[in-house]
Every structure is written in C-alpha cells, then in structure tokens.
C-alpha cells in the first residue's frame, strides 16, 4: 500500500510569489490533514477536510492560504502571496477514521520545505 | 491555552539501557495520546497510541504510559539500539480530528 505523498519535495520562491503544494492521501482515507512546522517550533495543525468537506480550518494562518480538496482525493494548498514567515516544512496526513468510530492514526507524508526569500 | 511539553534537551544513552521520555500536557483532556518517530527530512512516523481509559500500551520494544490524573505520558524504549536515535513526537488529540503536537526530545542511543 502507498504511503502518503507529497509534492514537490522542495520549493523555494520570493517572498510575493504564488506557491501550490499538493498532497495524495493513502487510497481509502476520507480525512486528510495539513500540518506545518516552522523553524524551531512544533508541528501545527492547519486544517482537516472529509472528504471534499472542510472539517476543521481552524489553524489556517489567514486568508492567503487556501486548501482545496475537490473530489474527496488529492488536495492542494496554495499560497499567495508567500510571505517570508510562511517558510517551513508542510506536512500531509491521512486516516481513515470518523467521528462515529473514530481511528485516530494519521499516516504522515514526507513534507514540503518551503523556503520564502 | 492546550500546552504539551517535552523534555527540550536531547536524551543520551548507551546501547542497551532503557529510554525514558516524558510528556506533559496542561489544560486539555485527550481521548488519545499518540507517539510518533521522526527522522530528519522525514514526516512522523506513528508508533503508539493510548486511550484515556487504558494506563499502559505494549509493542515490542515500546511502552507507553498515560496517567490522566497527573496529565503525563512516558514512553519507554528497552534494549535500546543506535537505530532508535530519532526525534520522538508526543501528540494529543479529542477524536479523529486534529493533533496536537509537542516540540519533541532527540534521542541519541551511543554504541
């Protein structure tokens, strides 16, 4: 079974600049999660969708963040435009759990560093 | 504020003792607490997770203890071996919804 995927890996842009990541949760799992870790700080939860719904967006740091989700598969988050503090590595997860019989394991991605200069 | 607190510095330790990790929470009541492994340029990976109404969990080398009386969560790692230096993550979480994080102890386990 494959693991939750991530993409790009790296991605480095100027600060201003537009900035799209993209996630692929493991094949089954209606929740799918974004997570950010800024340098030296723990990691942060964003938001949570089900499926194509958004559950939980109350981490999003403000509005030129947006996460999308269309289908109940892959999901994006887009950036615009990337401020310098919006460096730092983001992080996807998935589970397959709901509210009625919740499992609560995420299964991670790698991350995307992102580097805003 | 939901605070979780993790031993800051890095844990050193000789191949074969036990590892001990601590975690601390305040103003907060988990369903779960989870432990993850990180290692560097990699996303966590989980390991364990316990149930407020179960005060030990058991894999292999790997306990957990979760005492929610006193808002604490050791993890234990026996036989410790190099391969076990990693950073390792406490997360709580009230369901199937979001995780909350600590900063994580680095564990370094010396041959």
């Known amino acids: 079974e494959a693991g939750v995927t991530q993409f790009p890996s790296h991605s480095v842009i100027e600060k201003g600049q537009t900035v799209t990541l993209r996630c692929d949760p493991i094949?089954?799992?209606?929740?799918l999660y974004w997570y950010r870790r800024v340098m030296g700080k723990e990691i942060k939860f964003l938001l949570h969708?089900?499926?194509?719904?958004?559950?939980?967006e109350s981490g999003m740091p403000n509005n030129r963040f947006l996460a999308e989700r269309t289908g109940g598969t892959y999901s994006t988050l887009k950036v615009q435009p990337a401020e310098l503090e919006d460096s730092g590595v983001y992080f996807c997860a998935s589970s397959h759990g709901t509210s009625v019989y919740p499992t609560d394991t995420q299964y991670f991605g790698p991350g995307t560093r992102l580097t805003v200069l | 504020s939901q605070k979780i607190e993790q031993n800051s510095e890095a844990l050193n330790i000789q191949e074969g003792k036990t590892a001990t990790l601590t975690c601390n929470y305040t103003n907060y009541s988990p369903a779960y607490l989870q432990w993850y492994r990180q290692d560097p340029g990699r996303g966590p990976v989980f390991l364990l997770l316990i149930r407020e109404n179960e005060k030990e969990k058991r894999k292999e080398r790997l306990k957990v203890t979760f005492d929610t009386t006193l808002k604490q969560s050791l993890f234990h790692i026996t036989a410790s071996q190099p391969a076990d230096s990693a950073t390792y993550l406490c997360?709580?979480?009230?369901?199937?919804?979001?995780?909350?994080f600590g900063a994580g102890t680095r564990l370094a386990v010396h041959p």
């Open positions: 997360a709580l979480s009230g369901g199937y919804n979001k995780l909350i």
């Open positions: 969708f089900v499926k194509e719904s958004k559950q939980d």
């Open positions: 094949s089954g799992h209606d929740n």
